[in-house]
């Protein structure tokens, strides 16, 4: 029977134990919302004043160069390209997800011509489908967004599909594709695959070059821990990068950007997909933030993560059985990313009851309480506090307070 | 005949001189690039330190409600407001000028359909030009970049056009437009008007609103001294919010983001132009800097720009004629931006023998030398320190040294 002891004796012989200094987490509080965003790594506060005061105030302009400001983007991408199977020159850090998942999806759609439809699931993160939606308006031609559940998605790929756009791990439920299965099934139907790993990198085994992946796109201020809003990343194959053309063709994507050429010329390679000047003081700390990946062992944090989120669950249905929770998130870890969802009809209220005892998670409507276990910081004997929170807060109706109910504008 | 002590009592009486105050400059230079890279604000050390312990640290994920992340956007974009002649409500803060050129422009042509020209200048800034051009290419129906020279844009303005985009003060020779004038042309012919505030936003007067201008966008990072690649900013007119509708729809436009709807719903307003999460460090450092602004008189910052630039112009033709300089900026203040070019063969070389002597401006392909004059913190007598630094260079031929025609990545 695990209790708290059992779960501090966990914490003793974790491998990963150590990584937890790596960042600066409030002493008060149990952070399970890092999977929305990452807490503050411990270097950063001087690392970023650093960038502030001597690169920027001391060095001003002759900073581009001398403090290589201008490699930037590609060299934060090849830092998160080991986390993601991709090779050196295959990402850069740049932009939103967003507007990087429009980038990638209007070049899919031109190596595709006369294919019409954009694949992706009706559970796929809003802002994919709103970007999906917001390309085909702007063609104005005979485009489409077709949305198939996650078990029909095969069926759903016809030689009228040109991209096959997912998020590799569910915001919601944790949910997790095959990657090399569905990628493997695009390629058959003649389309193109491209992963939104917002909930993958630096949480779950990803190895886009194994699944041979077209594109993708990522966050990184979720498990990578870059600040809030730190830029995105993007993927495109090597094999694709030649022929990859995308519309948002700003000047730092130009071959050379500082001839100040009338017409836009391509850089080679992954360069081509940025677009306008970063905002360095977030893509610095986003920098600063993946030096500490650096000797991670990515199969520790696996098991790791699977231990902790099997570990939530058993806690959570042993002490919170008939309070009105049901699990949202697989069961079989296999299928799971490295968060654990629950349904209560007052999710909401429950959250913030939650919050005001210090256990962060967060709440997506309309009624899913979600819990990130990020394996870097996460301790064994934060999911026993969280669990036991969780159940007190059940078992006395605490959550049953106006006060909890007042809905922020942020969930 | 102007002299340094002259100069020096310039200073003394200058109304604006203790704005310099607001800013940290390094001691042994002389900052002539604040039109590329504004200088580090006194406060923003603190404030962003602040920003990254507090808010990010011990806040955490609470921060987009407490701290007021979730609205930075829109509060950034009403600081900026005041300095562009718009309203509350009609400035955004957001992703950089390229995207946000891309939106309003996508946008544009929605609004005119069956007209098929875009019409710009040769001289343009590049990106400008090229995110014209991608968007042209990927909309692949009939549409047309069209260049005209800024004495024949009127001339150009043809029932075809839809919208008319233009950079208000050209980047390299800081001539600047009459906003009224071709904003009313473009009227005239039925087309939108957009201006790009690049080199303008807090460096000489803008009247979006006197003008009646439809759009813009402007950068946060120059005159407005946000850091390296702050945020871009975007303007929308009030009239025009309800109809119009960009493409790069992302979370953050919608109406209700954490309602997290299957289908995109625009926000009202000015919201509706966001796409995705906004790099917040980066955002909250322009927002500390903008602040500088708030008791500024903008006549005051007019006059002395006016009186710097001429005092340049007068000190170069006098103390370095002969020397193979031309004044590539207007000569009549009233036609010309905050800064002066000069053409000189070997622009490269004498631009970096100036840098190394501490007086920092910047080069202009082919072969400008770029001097950029922000009232807020140059003095009169770093204009004469400047000149008097160019003078010596070039009377001795300093720049004629292997050292100084070696090409760095960012010129």
Redesign the interface.
């Known amino acids: 029977m695990t209790d708290r002891e059992t779960c501090i004796a966990q914490d003793r012989t974790d491998p990963l134990a150590g990584l937890r200094d790596a960042f ?1 987490l ?1 002493g008060d ?1 149990t ?1 399970l ?1 890092g999977n ?2 990452g ?2 790594p411990a270097d ?2 001087e690392r ?2 650093d960038v ?2 001597r690169q ?3 060095g ?6 001398d403090a290589g ?3 930037a983007p590609r060299r934060v991408g090849d830092k998160i390209a080991p986390l993601i199977g991709a090779g050196p020159g295959e990402v850069a850090a740049a ?5 990087n998942l ?1 980038k990638l999806l ?1 070049g899919a759609l ?1 190596l595709r011509p006369g294919r019409r439809v954009i694949l992706s699931e ?1 559970e796929n ?3 994919d ?3 999906m ?3 085909i ?4 031609r005979d485009f489409e967004l077709r949305r198939a559940e996650p078990d029909r998605l095969a069926d759903a790929m016809d030689d009228d599909v040109a991209v096959v756009a997912l998020t590799h791990v569910n915001y919601k439920t944790g949910r997790m594709h095959d990657m090399a299965a569905v990628t493997a099934a695009a390629h058959d139907a003649g389309a193109l695959m491209l992963w939104d790993l917002a909930h993958s990198a630096g949480a779950v085994p990803v190895d886009l070059a194994a699944a041979q992946a077209d594109l993708a796109v990522g966050c990184g ?1 979720k498990y990578l821990n870059g ?6 990343f993007l993927y495109v194959s090597r094999a694709l990068q030649d022929e990859f ?7 730092l ?2 071959i050379s ?8 010329r391509p850089a080679d390679g992954i360069g081509r997909n940025l ?9 610095l ?1 986003l920098d600063c933030a993946l030096d500490i990946w650096r000797d991670v062992d990515l199969a520790a944090v696996r098991n790791k993560s699977v231990a902790l989120t099997d570990l939530f669950i058993e806690l959570v249905e042993r002490d919170c059985a008939g309070m009105g929770l049901e699990l949202a998130s697989p069961r079989d870890a296999a299928m799971r990313g490295s968060q654990v969802s629950f349904r209560h009809s007052d999710g909401y209220a429950v959250m913030q009851a939650l ?1 005001a005892q210090g256990v ?1 998670g ?1 709440f ?2 309309p009624n899913l309480l979600r819990f990130g276990f990020a394996p870097l910081y996460i301790r064994y004997v934060d999911v026993w506090d969280a669990a036991a929170a969780l159940s007190d807060i059940l078992r006395n109706r605490a959550w049953d307070d106006p006060a909890y109910k007042q809905r ?4």
């Open positions: 600066r409030p509080v952070y919302d929305s965003l807490p503050l950063l506060p970023l004043a502030v005061q920027w105030g001391d001003l302009i002759r900073s581009w160069n400001w201008i490699d932009d939103s997800t967003s507007v429009f209007a031109r009706p993160f809003p802002t489908l709103y970007i939606q917001g390309l308006e702007l063609l104005d201020y600040g809030p809003g730190a830029p995105a053309h995308q519309p948002l063709s700003g000047w994507g130009h950007p500082f001839a100040f050429e009338s017409d836009y677009c306008g000047t970063p905002p360095i003081l977030s893509m700390a919050i962060i967060d997506r409507a922020a504008a942020v969930t």
